[in-house]
């Protein structure tokens, strides 16, 4: 995630976010350049994500049984 971040950043920084027109595909895929490094950024986010809501999942589920709030419901 660190990467997709990193990588977003230095684009932004270069003033090239301001040539992106909304839903653009020409633009879009000329911000995002050529390579594989969006795309595996993007892969692994994705993975990260899925696997901390799965631990989230088993987290409420554990709560549940136990007839205890989680942490994430307790901050609400």
């Keep these: 995630?660190?990467?997709l971040f990193r990588w977003g950043s230095s684009r932004a920084?270069?003033?090239?976010?301001?040539?992106?027109?909304?839903g653009d595909p020409l633009a879009i895929a000329g911000y995002l350049g050529?390579?594989?490094?969006?795309?595996e950024a993007l892969g692994k986010f994705g993975s990260l994500y899925?696997?901390?809501?799965?631990?989230?999942?088993?987290?409420l589920r554990r709560s549940r049984k136990a007839g205890t709030k989680?942490?994430?419901?307790?901050?609400?």
């Design 70 to 76: 989680s942490k994430a419901l307790a901050k609400s």
């Design 13 to 22: 920084n270069r003033g090239q976010i301001e040539q992106l027109g909304p």
């Design 34 to 39: 050529s390579g594989d490094g969006f795309a």
């Design 50 to 59: 899925a696997d901390q809501t799965e631990k989230d999942w088993q987290q």
């Design 1 to 3: 995630m660190t990467k």
